[in-house]
């Protein structure tokens, strides 16, 4: 073990440091063999390298370190986990946080994964789904077919179903929210001042009311519109807003190239990001968010101009 953490005088974590390069996820018994050693004294394991972070506590078996962490984090690629990186705050820093946040991410990426199953719909489920004849004006037979036809206009129906029910609100001891710290870095909020869920529907009231996004559900950091099978996010977090455009079928790095020579680089600037079973372009905004009250205006005229811009232009091409 490289370092051992106390707060207060009692231990909080254990960091193991390699070399970068280094495959990490080899070195976790080796730290799962000092978790064990603290006889339930520390309920958080890092492994890093500097650039690769993996985070674990003991949801499974307790005082011994879960074999799979609950958060992971590549510096130069993925995006700051300022939610956890808060909880650990020297003045603020409670074991039972880390659990409570652990389990929260858990229970999320189960419902993930649930959700990219059904966005590859079996036959079976389609079936099901579009049982009911009468009510969506389908009177053919089942045939291999027309389940084939309607696969497609399901799995776009359950994202929108999913993007506007904001299922992590209903998780159980949910993590911390860093949109809810605000003033000084460490800083909870005070009573009177709004909750993050308040600002954020604050901030996407005005692009709500008219235009391209109108009466979108809003209430997180994104806003979301379809087109043809192709998401397009308007995103804001604390210090960044940006617009995600998505492509999740079976195509989409075709779908994703030909997008992109719709945007060249000399006018839009952008990076591409994929993940399992999505490909991305993102085209970031501004280097200012939701904690940037005063430059809400700006904010949202540069985020709206360019989704309905990048819209516009996806919807008048064959991509």
Same mark, same amino acid.
């Given at each position: ?67 799979? !962490? ?101 998780? $159980?001891?949910?993590?911390?929210? !860093? ?37 979108? !559900? ?55 990001? $994929? ?8 085209? !970031? ?35």
């Amino acid at each position: 073990m490289d370092w051992a953490f106390s707060v207060n005088g009692s231990l909080a974590f254990l960091v193991e440091a390699k070399a970068v390069g280094k495959k990490i996820d080899r070195y976790d018994e080796q730290l799962g063999d000092y978790y064990a050693k603290e006889h339930g004294g520390v309920k958080l394991g890092i492994l890093t390298t500097g650039v690769k972070w993996r985070f674990c506590t003991d949801l499974d078996k307790e005082n011994v370190m879960d074999n799979e !962490p609950f958060l992971e984090w590549e510096v130069l690629k993925g995006a700051i986990p300022y939610d956890f990186l808060t909880i650990l705050q020297r003045d603020k820093f409670n074991p039972d946080l880390i659990k409570t946040f652990a389990k929260g991410k858990r229970r999320q990426s189960v419902l993930v994964k649930e959700l990219t199953r059904l966005l590859e719909p079996s036959d079976e489920f389609v079936k099901l789904a579009i049982q009911n004849k009468e009510m969506l004006f389908e009177d053919r037979n089942l045939t291999a077919t027309v389940i084939q036809e309607w696969k497609p206009i399901l799995a776009s129906a359950i994202h929108e179903w999913a993007q506007q029910q904001r299922l992590t609100a209903v998780l $159980e001891d949910q993590p911390v929210d !860093p949109s809810r710290l605000v003033g000084k870095p460490g800083g909870i909020a005070k009573i009177g001042e709004p909750s993050g869920d308040e600002r954020y529907i604050e901030f996407w009231e005005p692009i709500r009311r008219e235009g391209l996004f109108k009466g979108k !559900p809003a209430g997180g950091s994104w806003i979301s519109k379809g087109c043809r099978g192709i998401w397009l996010h308007l995103a804001v977090y604390n210090h960044a807003c940006l617009v995600d455009v998505r492509f999740s079928a079976e195509d989409r790095r075709e779908r994703r190239s030909k997008a992109i020579e719709l945007f060249p680089d000399a006018k839009y600037s952008h990076e591409l990001r $994929e993940s399992e079973k999505c490909a991305y372009i993102r085209f !970031p905004v501004l280097d200012k968010g939701i904690k940037d009250r005063e430059h809400w205006p700006e904010i949202r005229e540069k985020l709206k101009l360019l989704g309905e811009n990048i819209y516009k232009t996806l919807r008048g091409s064959d991509v």
